[in-house]
């Protein structure tokens, strides 16, 4: 690691995210540790130049008053904290965000350096890389999503060809999703990736199933089942990579995420299958995953995409899934992101779909009564996903949508627009 760090010590402030990004946008690294790490352990981390004590209001985690061992004061880093100072404390910063303050003890008393910023941290990650992998080889489930795209890319770049990306169509993906894959992957970057075409397999494990949880389970099962046989297809694997990001780490809690986390991954591959985990990006919020991804070149409306979730249209086609309200989710799922991309909504819509409920309505097509299902089309903005409010959509941009799913969709004859916050409802419907 040859970028500079500023250790945030977690006693127990709800703000230690926000901190750490806010010393990451100065272009110093900074990462959140337990509050009781022991001065042998700060000093076995790279490049240390500063250590900060934020613990909000009281210094309370977990319901219990911490506070950080006296030896911390006599390591030889200077220290600030910046919720109640104690006396130890050289200097006390008052409130977040005080960018002044903040660069002042950054470059002033630490004398740290800007140097955090992708091209470094993709160097750096390339060699460590290199170093644990040496010439043996990591295996990577390759979804497409943000996470693993990225992870694919960096991964690529420091070991290439011993890198074997395993892509699983499970028949759930949205329109060109998996070609899209193939094509940046296989054709443009000549990765190593094996295809798997598994949707006969998970249509007919998926055949009469209604409740959205049973979904969930035979979805992520039967994936890692066939994950799994991709891998015994192989020799000599000893590494899986992951893309496990900061924030997983952090909501997992800072003492025990490694463990949490992995476990949560990999959990569900026999005992005989483990392998070392390779997670080049567990230092990266969000907003930095994607600005590796386009710094390594891949395309923006790959590493731009919208949260798509694991099950993917499997919880959109609501109810039993049919071929037939399947492919209607995944047209009109199509063409909503075709017409957002026109009316430049997906920049500015956090998550937009489509879904088919399981029951028919009565129409006319043709001078005829029909009875068919219906596409219902939601759009929302959120912050965390935890809370959500509804985009308040343009009439022409949902009359559009709605003339375009009615003539190109079948076994379609009524589109309706979803009002609900979260809550009470949730962004997806099952
Ligand atoms: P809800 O529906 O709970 O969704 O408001 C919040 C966010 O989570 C995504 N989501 C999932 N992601 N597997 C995933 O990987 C799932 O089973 C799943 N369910 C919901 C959803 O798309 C939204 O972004």
């Avoid at 110093?28 to 240390?48: A, C, F, G, W």
């Avoid at 894959?181 to 199933?209: C, M, P, S, W």
């Avoid at 949880?213 to 979805?219: A, D, F, M, W």
């Amino acid at each position: 690691m040859k970028q500079d760090m500023i250790v945030i010590l977690d006693l127990g402030s709800t703000e230690n995210t926000v901190l750490a990004r806010e010393i990451r946008d100065l272009g110093v690294y900074s990462e959140i540790h337990p509050h009781d790490i022991t001065v042998d352990e700060l000093r076995k981390l790279d490049n240390v130049k500063g250590v900060i004590l934020n613990g909000g209001e009281n210094r309370i985690v977990d319901g219990v008053a911490v506070e950080v061992s006296d030896t911390i004061f006599d390591c030889g880093y200077p220290v600030i904290a910046i919720d109640h100072p104690t006396a130890k404390c050289e200097t006390k910063l008052d409130k977040l965000p005080d960018k002044d303050a903040l660069s002042e003890f950054l470059f002033e008393q630490c004398k740290a350096e800007a140097n955090w910023n992708m091209k470094n941290f993709i160097e750096d990650q390339v060699e460590l890389v290199r170093q644990q992998v040496g010439d043996r080889k990591v295996l990577l489930a390759l979804s497409g999503g943000v996470d693993s795209s990225v992870v694919a890319a960096l991964l690529l770049k420091a070991i290439g060809q011993q890198l074997v990306c395993v892509h699983v169509n499970h028949g759930l993906m949205r329109k060109n999703e998996s070609e899209s894959v193939l094509e940046v992957f296989k054709n443009q970057l000549h990765a190593n990736l094996i295809y798997v075409d598994a949707t006969e397999r998970f249509l007919g494990k998926l055949e009469n199933v209604a409740d959205p949880e049973e979904k969930r389970k035979i979805i992520g099962g039967e994936f890692i089942r066939v994950f799994e046989e991709e891998a015994r297809k192989l020799d000599g694997i000893d590494f899986l990579g992951q893309g496990t990001i900061y924030p997983d780490i952090i909501e997992s809690g800072t003492k025990t995420a490694k463990m949490v986390k992995s476990h949560h991954n990999v959990g569900g591959l026999p005992e005989d299958l483990q392998f070392e985990l390779v997670e080049p990006l567990k230092q990266l919020f969000k907003d930095e995953v994607r600005a590796c991804g386009i710094e390594l070149g891949l395309p923006e409306n790959m590493v731009y995409r919208q949260p798509f979730p694991g099950p993917g249209l499997g919880v959109r086609c609501l109810g039993a899934i049919t071929r037939e309200r399947l492919e209607a989710v995944r047209e009109s799922d199509a063409i909503l992101r075709e017409e957002f991309e026109k009316a430049g909504l997906d920049k500015k819509v956090w998550q937009y779909f489509t879904v088919v409920p399981d029951f028919k309505s009565v129409g006319m097509k043709n001078h005829a009564r029909c009875f068919e299902y219906m596409v219902i089309i939601r759009a929302v903005n959120t912050i965390d996903a935890m809370t959500a409010s509804i985009e308040r959509l343009d009439w022409e941009v949902l009359d559009k949508i709605t003339q375009r799913i009615l003539a190109e969709v079948e076994h379609v004859n009524r589109v309706c627009y979803d009002m609900s916050p979260k809550p009470p409802a949730t962004i997806e419907f099952e």
